[in-house]
């Protein structure tokens, strides 16, 4: 295996993305392991499993995606649909770090969890969207694909294929796994979740290798066997915490002579503050922030983290129009 594997974030092997080149077939790719990052993200949600798995999915596909970025900036990745997750969005701001909520149907989700026909699919008709954020007043990018009822990684693919027209293979795996109790403590379930990303690299791409990959001797056969190579991978692989990211790599693509690249840890981190809200309200007029309060008091919760935070109305009404 080419390269080495200092940034392999140690032995559990959980919480990054992780880049490789596969040498031979003129690819490259992206391998996303995700564990207390995801499990804190879901477990601020009391979502029905359904929607926590479709989440959980945004969240690995955004890191997946997020992980790219070259420059400090934010990647957004957003669904509208008529389905019973009328709602999605998760954020990754540069270096790492990814925050997600869900919006959803309660009566048509219990429909899907006590087996009784739903009138709608979890995701239905509508679009996902794709921001690239660099921020400092730079011009935002957005890519929008249809959602059509099939799953985001099927939205992901036709995004690649018709937008960036950049031959691709995504498979995502999210599972609640058990982990057994130690001295007399416990067991417990945890989220977790896998991603491997492949595509073929354009003449306008290269990696940093010390070749030119993308030169005319890579052709068609080489992406046909990287991504043949790649589709073996199972869930279980994905998902397994005491399966090494060189190990899995190797597996998959030995005979491609892989080289890997450092590591991007993720981190689960919401930006909302006290101060963020208050400077919000600031904005009001008394007459919104009495329209807001209730028994004197406005509570504002963040949806990404759930966190409340609690303001006395009487301060942001004694105040003249903003301006």
Same mark, same amino acid.
């Given at each position: 295996?080419?390269?080495?594997?200092a940034?392999?974030?140690? !032995?559990k092997?959980? #919480?990054?993305v992780?880049p490789? +080149?596969l040498?031979?077939?003129g $690819?490259r *790719?992206? /391998? @996303?392991?995700?564990?207390?990052?995801?499990?804190s993200?879901l477990?601020?949600?009391?979502?029905?499993?359904p929607v926590?798995?479709?989440l959980?999915?945004?969240?690995?596909l955004?890191?997946?995606?997020?992980? !790219?970025?070259?420059f #400090?900036?934010?990647?957004i990745? +957003?669904?509208q649909?008529?389905? $019973?997750? *009328?709602? /999605? @969005?998760?954020?990754y701001?540069?270096?790492?770090?990814i925050?997600?909520?869900?919006s959803?149907?309660?009566?048509?989700?219990?429909?899907?969890l006590?087996?009784?026909?739903p009138?709608?699919?979890?995701?239905?008709?509508?679009?996902l969207?794709?921001?690239?954020?660099?921020?400092?007043?730079?011009?935002r990018?957005? *890519?929008?694909?249809?959602?059509?009822?099939?799953?985001?990684?099927?939205?992901?693919?036709?995004?690649?294929?018709?937008?960036?027209?950049?031959?691709t293979?995504?498979?995502?795996?999210v599972?609640?796994?058990?982990?057994a109790?130690?001295?007399?403590?416990?067991?417990?379930?945890?989220?977790?979740?896998?991603g491997?990303?492949?595509?073929?690299?354009?003449?306008?791409?290269g990696y940093?290798?010390?070749?030119?990959?993308?030169s005319?001797?890579?052709?068609?056969?080489?992406?046909?066997r990287?991504q043949?190579l790649?589709?073996?991978v199972?869930?279980h692989?994905?998902?397994?915490p005491?399966?090494?990211?060189d190990?899995?790599?190797y597996?998959?693509?030995?005979?491609?002579?892989?080289r890997v690249?450092?590591?991007?840890?993720?981190?689960?981190?919401?930006?909302?503050?006290?101060?963020?809200?208050?400077?919000?309200?600031?904005?009001?007029?008394?007459?919104?922030?009495?329209?807001?309060?209730?028994?004197?008091?406005?509570?504002?919760k963040?949806?990404?983290?759930?966190t409340?935070?609690?303001?006395?109305a009487?301060?942001y009404?004694?105040?003249?129009?903003?301006?």
């Amino acid at each position: 295996m080419g390269g080495d594997f200092a940034g392999d974030p140690g !032995a559990k092997y959980n #919480d990054y993305v992780l880049p490789f +080149q596969l040498e031979a077939s003129g $690819a490259r *790719g992206r /391998l @996303v392991r995700l564990g207390p990052v995801l499990d804190s993200i879901l477990g601020r949600h009391e979502y029905p499993e359904p929607v926590l798995l479709l989440l959980g999915e945004a969240v690995t596909l955004t890191a997946m995606l997020g992980a !790219a970025l070259k420059f #400090d900036g934010k990647f957004i990745l +957003q669904t509208q649909s008529d389905g $019973a997750v *009328g709602f /999605l @969005v998760v954020h990754y701001t540069s270096p790492g770090q990814i925050r997600g909520y869900a919006s959803y149907d309660a009566d048509e989700v219990a429909h899907l969890l006590n087996g009784s026909a739903p009138k709608k699919p979890l995701i239905g008709n509508g679009h996902l969207a794709m921001t690239i954020d660099p921020g400092a007043d730079m011009e935002r990018y957005q *890519g929008i694909v249809a959602l059509t009822g099939n799953t985001l990684v099927d939205a992901a693919h036709e995004y690649f294929d018709q937008s960036e027209q950049i031959p691709t293979f995504i498979r995502i795996a999210v599972a609640r796994q058990y982990t057994a109790g130690e001295d007399g403590k416990q067991g417990h379930w945890t989220w977790r979740a896998g991603g491997l990303m492949v595509q073929k690299l354009t003449r306008e791409g290269g990696y940093e290798s010390g070749r030119d990959v993308a030169s005319d001797e890579v052709d068609d056969d080489g992406w046909r066997r990287a991504q043949a190579l790649a589709a073996t991978v199972q869930d279980h692989e994905l998902l397994d915490p005491t399966l090494g990211s060189d190990c899995l790599l190797y597996r998959l693509f030995h005979e491609e002579g892989v080289r890997v690249f450092d590591a991007a840890p993720m981190e689960a981190r919401c930006n909302c503050s006290r101060e963020r809200v208050e400077a919000m309200l600031e904005q009001f007029s008394p007459d919104q922030v009495e329209a807001m309060a209730e028994d004197g008091m406005i509570v504002v919760k963040c949806e990404f983290c759930n966190t409340q935070y609690s303001f006395v109305a009487d301060r942001y009404m004694q105040r003249g129009e903003p301006n």
